[in-house]
Nanobody, 131 residues
């Protein structure tokens, strides 16, 4: 069983919507709070932080390029993280990765959306937005 299993990627026209899901293995989640999020990597680009949350606080953090268009949410009972993406643009094309970190200090840095702060990565799901 994969520890972080993404789904929901696909192809869509510009202006369309997609919802990504990430089911988290119980092997990762223990008692206590943790951080989860989404990163992406477009063609020829480095990894970019898209959105993240810390389950111990109310904050939701977004990259500048997706703020106002994407929404991150989490269903604790289902152990699933979501990313609702609307008003998609061709530049949103890329591989989207679900990430997690269970270190107690993750909540202090989660807002910075730095890839090095997340130890667990999924295999990714591809999103393609055509113009």
């Amino acid at each position: 069983q994969e520890q972080l299993a993404e789904s929901g990627g696909g192809s869509v026209e510009a202006g369309g919507s997609l919802r990504l899901s990430c089911e988290v293995s119980p092997d990762i989640i223990r008692d206590g709070d943790y951080c989860m999020g989404w990163f992406r990597q477009g063609p020829g680009n480095g990894r970019e932080g898209v959105a993240a949350i810390y389950t111990g606080g109310p904050g939701k953090y977004y990259g500048a390029s997706v703020k106002g268009r994407f929404t991150i949410s989490h269903d604790d009972a289902k152990r699933t993280l979501y990313l609702q993406m609307t008003s998609l643009r061709p530049e949103d094309t890329g591989m989207y990765y679900c990430v997690a970190d269970v270190r107690p200090t993750c909540g202090l840095v989660v807002s910075q959306l730095q890839s090095a702060d997340f130890r667990r990565w999924g295999q990714g799901t591809r999103v393609t937005v055509s113009s």
